[in-house]
């Protein structure tokens, strides 16, 4: 114990400190890690990953996934799991797409109240009736498919966004570079100061660290995870918005799958599924990981639709295996 | 880390073997119908209305550059996975032209979008990305493509949209839209139904994936028609089969449970209404019972009307390439194209079925 | 503080009522400043519903509760902590994966001009404060890294770092060793000092005695007693715990150990030799005849629960051998261990030895499943019958068979816990700790029944943080330090004070 | 319950029911649809509409009865649907040697992506959510590969008659599913492995010192989850006539965990309901079938199913007493 065996021992700590704290490092930015050695092989391999354009590209295809999984990321980190997020962002680009026709503060409102709200109800059932994340946002998934079907007159009608201010933002750029991305960008800042720099924030670790601990420590689990919730809904029904605004319209054939995509890349991002332990750096990267492996396949051009799934499914896994691996390797080396 | 000894080794062998086993010794059922697919000319897209009053698009008006297809870049973007036969059809159509007029395989770069959107517009930014001087799309969906417009029409790069229209302003968003008329293909299939129920009775419509604009007009087309032609057919069941046979197939079941009087059965594709075929021999119904209409044109569906399970088809030709490119050379060369390039689709009935049944795909 | 003479802390007549169970009864309690007020009774009695109705816990059914001599509702915990009562639990209820700082600062963060929590300054008290409590590792460190006691002081700073006017305490000292038992009875004097209230909660006369002034004693869900601890000895308070005159505690003595067993000498029944693993155990070797019990003794992470764990296959071993009745375990797992004949009783009997959701039956049938089944069937017959023997044999009280393991009280779930392990018809019992977090009545049954099954011929080996359990029950006594022998005690030697100087010097 | 107790009925007071509604209650909400639909939909006990009925769960049936095996370890599979495509890919492959050995060889790929499953969770110690996760995904991959990206028709008439033909006037796919139902029941009520499986989900740790072999029960149970999920690929195939390995299986994960958690199999496992999961599953399948025979629109019967299923599973949930 420390009282005791401290003088003794502080030569081997610190030389097992030191290890866990490399380890430590890889596992976190991992993620990062290995999109670094992606983006060299990529920018070895093919001639046209190097241009700037395709860098845009990736970027701003990434934009609404990314924030979709910021707000995936505290969900996760609370220990919850949000699979209604695929569903609020089409529903999101609808309500964007309709409510442009009253100006750019109203469609990104509009979405936002909606989804907000959608959140909010999910928040609620999980944090006092206590039913699993799973099964809420699963049944939040089909809720949120049927009012946007409902809206959009089984599907038939594709609002179209009005030449305006809001239609503007989305295709307008600063330095090259689409104003949707410097919005996430700056979100993704707020979300890291929140996250590591507010009480709220660390009221998210602790519940998914040991709710029963952070109940006794003081901390307000029921606000904390309804908040967790609205925060996802808000930032889907945002990613739509963003979205509507670049296509022009409110696309309802989007969103299937989002959700897994979602939850893979804040997992490769070393954000772990049961909650307690996480970084937005390493969701940024994971999702840009996602997003460049995609890329280069299709720089290749070569690779079957059917072998592109195997590929990234198997990938997935061997991220998340290292992953494992390393946090393992951490343990041992914490003694 | 790992630990594979001992007790595990059988685990092992297992995997490994049935990873050997499923690679290797294939041998599936003998296929008859693994002719030649018939790709005989006679079974190309026809043009049926190539310049039906609307406006034309030329090189200087577009503002392009020439561009010699023979040695250009090409991207094809394909929206869903090559599973079905009409997406098979459509992709082969594409390379095979290509290969044909001597374009090298590493200049047709063909992305696959697997149903999603979003992927789909990445996949085209990236093709844009990479140099393409023309574009073929096959799009997922007719509304939210302005992302792509935008980034294409800075660099000039003509779009021809095949077989679903993209809604945009023509010359300046996209050069041409080539492909068929859904609602029309509803309509006609309305007036096959009619002429099928002798103008009377009850119909199910198994309608596409919802949402998307194919499942609309094919809807609206042939409610319309049906309203117009054959007041006194009913129309009592609406329910979605994905456009897929296994959902239709569900569907359809379904309805002759609950709704038993039907006699007409409209499918917006052909893989529904193979589906609803094995539904009805399931119900013990015998071919011609209830009379199907079908949209697409498919071997499998084509069949089915010489078996006498389907009343008629409405062809939806996907054999886009040669029109494509042939478009695509006449604008490189200064021709004025129009708007829209509405293929004339065949259709099928126990009239032509078995003699054409080369022709379907 | 104010010379007032309103209490800190009063409850009136309070009650609380769980579906089909009365835990509190019309109890009253009354906490004065400066005051270190000891809080009684056998596991049930109410104890830790009471404390939860003072922390916001609970809400009572029933009565008053009284701050500073303002009637008061609590809500929450929160609102117990606006009024200054902090709360250390019996098991460390902190979140392992955040540092040691932020779980120090949880709720309390220093915060910079921005609203922010300035994590700086944050790292930088936690690391002082904590300095104070002896701890001098890394604050930024995950606290899950750190040892369970540490983890504890840790508790205790976050408790007191406030200015809390009452601390309540539900046994700090079960995962404390004794040099940590030391530093936190410096607090409680500091905080006895400056006028803060405790409520101490702790199974462990001794201590009670050392530091209490008074002392409040439930039984059922009843207050039995309550005055100051001095006009009350030892065995009176004992029995007013159990509910039994005064000779039955006598004749029976603190521990129920019978003492000596007849260790008939022949082979070992268990031959531990050279066991290393990594970090954890350097070359521990050790025998046990039948019939005797070993102990283990050393501070808390001197490497006994590991010792436990090496020779039960549950932790892997990089070198050593464990030999059964002669016979060496080829691949040391708990499959093969279990099939060898080695019992194991894990440390923490929910985290490691109960599936709490299953019944009785299917707990105490787990080990046993193969024999009780013919082609991979069980047989529901051979089930009852076992099951039946061992519920008579442990004095098990439970409704039935089928009832849910987690709603046993801690005695009879530490028996359940036994009854699988002797189901197995053991060669050799691995006890880590059997009677930690019990009441005194199921210790009792428990201590004698490890000298009835040493009897038997069983080879013990008994892990114990209780000096006093340690030497009673063991015939010898293998000394750990730093996850190695230190020494060990035999015959006359086997005492506490031998003890305490074998771990003493050891820890020099 | 005996007619005696019922009689008494003074003490069916509000904690009665607290108790058995996590039991009982999802044979209540199927008897309220039930009766629902005896009341509003046509032909509905026609027993060829019950047959069809009976024909569609099959499939979710088989698969949520390996689902429940898995979240009885307190894990989950969501690559059940990319398994049924597997072994739907797979069919059409070896047909040529006749169907046993096809079913056999759909059968040996489920082994395959269970022992990859299980691998990862036991061996790798990956979250079960995570593992399953990446199998979705590359499971359809393969069986797209495996299949050529193309679905193909099947003549061999044998093998159809497996979706086609019945039994004492009872489909074999339905006699399939009823018997693995019973054996999934027997093997939780009165296996060795049964009750490892549950020791396993309530509390891993203890039931490793307890001996039991947590590493092969888990492989075991992944197995078997994509055994069965093969198996209704394979019986959607004789049905559909076509293995279409893009489409077979899609979401059926969903449906099948919906399924199970409805029966009041909690998603923390140490629990197994064979019997409410079968009920699980007939009522979603039943309130499919009653909106699609009322022709409700697809937006409605989503809202109305999202509504069910959290109503279902409130008053399913457990109540712990504390």
Redesign the interface.
């Known amino acids: 114990m420390t009282l005791v065996a401290e003088p003794k021992l502080e030569k081997a700590e610190a030389a097992s400190l030191r290890t866990e704290r490399i380890v430590e490092l890889v596992q976190r930015q991992g993620a990062l890690a290995v999109l670094a050695i992606v983006l060299v092989v990529g920018l070895v391999a093919y001639d046209d990953f190097r241009s700037f354009d395709n860098a845009g590209t990736i970027l701003v295809s990434a934009a609404p996934a990314a924030l979709i999984a910021l707000g995936m990321t505290f969900v996760i980190i609370t220990g919850g799991i949000d699979l209604s997020v695929g569903s609020l962002y089409v529903l999101g680009g609808v309500l964007a797409a309709w409510a442009s026709q009253y100006g750019i503060a109203a469609a990104f409102a509009v979405p936002l109240a909606v989804c907000g709200l959608f959140g909010l109800v999910q928040g609620l059932v999980i944090a006092y009736a206590r039913l699993a994340p799973f099964i809420v946002t699963l049944a939040g998934l089909l809720g949120a498919r049927g009012l946007m079907l409902a809206l959009s007159d089984e599907g038939g009608t594709t609002y179209l966004v009005d030449p305006g201010a809001f239609k503007d933002f989305g295709k307008g750029e600063l330095l090259g570079v689409k104003y949707a991305v410097y919005l996430v960008a700056v979100l993704f800042v707020v979300g890291m100061v929140t996250l590591y720099r507010t009480r709220f924030g660390q009221s998210v670790y602790a519940i998914g660290g040991s709710e029963d601990a952070a109940r006794l420590m003081g901390v307000r689990i029921r606000g904390t995870q309804i908040r967790v919730y609205v925060l996802s809904g808000l930032l889907a029904g945002l990613a739509g918005s963003i979205n509507a605004a670049r296509l022009g319209s409110g696309v309802t054939v989007l969103g299937t799958g989002m959700e897994l995509d979602a939850i893979a890349a804040v997992v490769v991002g070393g954000t772990l599924l049961t909650g307690g332990a996480g970084t937005l750096g390493g969701t940024i990267a994971g999702v840009l990981l996602l997003q460049v492996i995609q890329n280069l396949i299709n720089q290749d051009g070569g690779v079957s639709s059917a072998w592109q799934t195997v590929i990234s499914g198997t990938f997935i896994a061997l991220v998340v295996v290292a992953q494992t691996y390393l946090a393992k390797l951490r343990r041992v080396a914490s003694g | 880390?790992?630990?594979?000894r001992?007790?595990w080794r059988p685990?092992l062998a297992?995997?490994s073997a049935?990873?050997l086993?499923?690679t290797g010794c294939?041998?599936?059922?003998?296929d008859p119908?693994a002719k030649s697919t018939a790709d005989s000319s006679a079974a190309a897209q026809a043009t049926k209305s190539a310049s039906a009053g609307g406006s034309t698009c030329d090189l200087t008006k577009f503002g392009g550059q020439k561009v010699d297809l023979k040695t250009a870049t090409i991207g094809f973007s394909q929206s869903e996975?090559?599973?079905?036969p009409f997406r098979?059809a459509e992709t082969q159509s594409i390379k095979d032209e290509a290969a044909k007029l001597g374009i090298p395989a590493a200049n047709l770069?063909?992305?696959?979008a697997?149903?999603?959107?979003?992927?789909q517009?990445?996949?085209v930014?990236?093709?844009?990305?990479?140099?393409v001087q023309l574009l073929v799309i096959a799009p997922?969906?007719?509304?939210?493509?302005?992302?792509v417009f935008?980034k294409a029409s800075s660099k000039k790069i003509p779009i021809v949209t095949i077989d679903r229209k993209i809604?945009a302003k023509h010359c300046t968003d996209y050069l041409t839209f080539i492909g068929s008329d859904f609602a029309e293909q509803g309509k006609r299939a309305a007036d096959k139904m009619a002429k099928a129920l002798n103008n009377t009775g009850t119909v199910a419509i198994l309608l596409g994936?919802?949402?998307?604009?194919v499942?609309?007009l094919r809807?609206q087309g042939f409610k319309e028609q049906i309203a117009k032609v054959a007041p006194n057919i009913k129309i009592?069941?609406?329910?979605?089969g994905q456009f897929?046979?296994?959902e239709g197939?569900?569907?359809s079941?379904?309805?002759?449970?609950?709704?038993?009087n039907i006699n007409g059965i409209y499918a917006e594709n052909d893989e529904m209404a193979?589906?609803a075929i094995?539904a009805l021999?399931?119900?013990s119904k015998k071919a011609g019972d209830v009379k199907i209409v079908t949209i697409d044109g498919t071997k499998?569906a084509v069949q089915g009307i010489v078996d006498g399970w389907i009343s008629s088809v409405i062809e939806s030709n996907p054999r886009f390439g040669p029109l494509a490119f042939g478009t695509a050379t006449k604008f490189f060369s200064g021709e004025a194209i129009p708007e829209n390039i509405i293929i004339s689709d065949r259709e099928y009935d126990s009239t032509n079925a078995a003699a054409d049944l080369g022709l379907a795909y | 503080m104010s010379a007032s003479d309103a209490p800190l802390l009063e409850v009136v007549g309070v009650s609380k009522q769980f579906p089909g169970v009365r835990a509190l009864d019309d109890v009253s309690f009354t906490l004065r400043a400066g005051e270190v007020h000891a809080l009684v009774g056998e596991n049930g009695a109410g104890k830790s519903t009471l404390i939860k109705v003072l922390t916001g816990v609970y809400q009572p059914d029933g009565g008053d509760l009284r701050h500073l001599g303002k009637p008061v509702t609590f809500n929450g915990p929160l609102d117990a902590q606006a009024a200054g009562i902090s709360t250390i639990y019996q098991e460390v209820n902190l979140v392992p994966l955040m540092s040691v700082a932020r779980n120090l600062f949880l709720g309390r963060e220093p915060r910079n001009r921005f609203g922010l929590v300035d994590v700086a300054r944050m790292n930088r008290e936690a690391a002082e404060i904590l300095a104070g409590y002896g701890i001098t590792s890394d604050v930024r460190r995950p606290l899950g890294l750190m040892a369970l006691g540490a983890q504890q002081m840790v508790a205790l700073a976050r408790a007191v770092m406030v200015d809390a006017r009452v601390v309540v305490m539900d046994e700090p000292t079960s995962s404390l060793e004794p040099r940590e038992v030391e530093t936190l009875f410096g607090v409680i004097q500091r905080l006895h000092e400056r006028g803060v209230g405790i409520i101490y909660v702790s199974h462990r006369l001794d201590e009670l005695y050392r530091i209490c002034d008074a002392v409040t004693i439930l039984r059922d869900g009843k207050l039995v007693h309550t005055g100051l601890i001095k006009d009350l000895d030892r065995l009176q308070l004992v029995s007013h715990m159990l509910g039994r005159p005064m000779s039955d505690v006598r004749k029976a003595g603190f521990t129920s150990f019978g003492g000596e067993h007849s260790a008939a000498g022949g082979k070992p029944v268990l031959r531990c030799a050279d066991l290393n693993s990594r970090h954890k155990l350097t070359g521990i070797s050790f025998e046990v005849l039948p019939g005797e019990v070993v102990g283990l003794g050393g501070l808390l992470g001197a490497g006994r629960s590991e010792t436990i764990k090496a020779v039960a296959g549950a932790l892997p071993l990089d070198s050593g051998t464990v030999e059964v009745d002669g016979t060496t375990l080829r691949r040391p797992n708990p499959v093969a261990a279990l099939k060898a004949g080695i019992a194991v009783q894990p440390e923490d009997r929910k985290a490691e030895g109960l599936a709490l959701g299953l019944s009785i039956r299917e707990n105490i049938a787990l080990a046993v499943l193969p024999r009780l089944s013919t082609a991979g069937v069980v047989s529901e017959r051979k089930i009852d019958k076992i099951v039946e023997t061992f519920i008579s044999r442990l004095r098990i009280k439970a409704s039935g068979p089928h009832q849910r393991v987690g709603d046993l009280s801690g005695g009879n779930q530490q028996k359940v816990l036994l009854a699988r392990l002797l189901a197995t018809g053991p060669k050799v019992l691995l006890l880590d700790e059997p009677t930690r977090g019990i009441d005194v009545g199921a210790k009792a049954e428990v201590q004698a029944l490890i000298d009835e099954l040493a009897a038997e011929g069983l080879g013990v080996v008994l892990v114990s943080s209780d000096a006093e359990e340690l030497v009673e029950g063991s015939d010898r006594v293998v000394v750990l330090r730093d996850g190695a022998v230190a020494g060990e005690l035999r015959g006359d030697e086997v005492t506490t004070e031998h003890l305490m100087n074998v771990i003493a010097t050891a820890a020099s | 319950m005996t007619a005696p107790s019922l009689a008494k009925s003074r003490g069916f007071d509000a904690a009665t029911v607290r108790r058995l509604l996590p039991v009982y209650g999802v044979y209540v909400a199927l008897a309220v649809l039930v009766l629902f639909n005896i009341a509003w939909t046509d032909n509905f006990l026609a027993w060829n509409n019950l047959r069809i009925q009976l024909v569609q769960v099959t499939p979710v049936v088989i698969v949520a009865l390996g689902m429940a095996l898995v979240i009885g370890t307190e894990g989950i599979d969501l690559s059940v649907g990319s398994v049924m495509a597997l072994g739907a890919a797979l069919i059409p492959l070896y047909l040529g040697y006749g169907m046993i050995p096809a079913i056999a060889l759909a059968v040996v790929g489920g082994v395959f992506v269970g022992l990859v499953n299980g691998g990862l969770v036991a061996f790798v110690g990956l979250q079960p959510i995570v593992a399953t996760l990446a199998m979705l995904v590359a499971g359809r991959g393969i069986a797209l590969v495996v299949s050529n990206g193309k679905y193909k028709d099947i003549r061999d008439k044998d093998f159809l008659a497996i979706g086609t033909d019945a039994f004492l006037g009872v489909p074999y796919t339905v006699w399939i599913a009823a018997v693995l139902a019973v054996v999934v029941g027997f093997v939780v009520r009165r296996t060795v492995f049964g009750r490892r499986l549950l020791a396993v989900g309530d509390n891993r740790a203890a039931a490793q010192l307890a001996g039991v072999p947590v590493k092969r029960v888990l492989i075991t149970v992944y197995v078997i989850a994509a055994v069965l999920a093969a198996i209704a690929g394979v019986i959607q195939v004789s049905r559909i006539g076509s293995a279409d390995a893009s489409r077979i299986g899609l979401l059926i994960e969903l449906s099948a965990i919906t399924a199970v958690v409805v029966g009041g199999t909690p998603l923390t496992g140490g629990k197994v309901r064979v019997l409410g999961t079968v009920a699980g599953a007939f009522l979603m399948q039943l309130l499919t079938a009653t909106m699609i025979a009322n022709n409700l629109k697809d937006s409605t019967a989503q809202m109305v199913q999202a509504v069910i299923i959290l109503v279902a599973v409130y008053t399913a949930r457990e109540r712990r007493t504390r």
């Open positions: 880390m790992i630990d594979l001992g007790r685990a297992v995997l049935s990873a086993l499923l294939a041998k599936s059922e003998d119908a996975k090559e599973a079905n098979i770069k063909v992305t696959n697997d149903s999603k959107f979003d992927k517009i990445t996949d930014s990236t093709l844009i990305d990479q140099g997922l969906n007719s509304d939210g493509w302005d992302s935008q809604n994936a919802p949402g998307n604009n499942t609309t809807t009592e069941f609406e329910q979605t897929s046979r296994e197939q569900k569907v079941e379904q309805l002759l449970q609950s709704k038993p193979l589906g094995t021999k399931g119900a499998g």
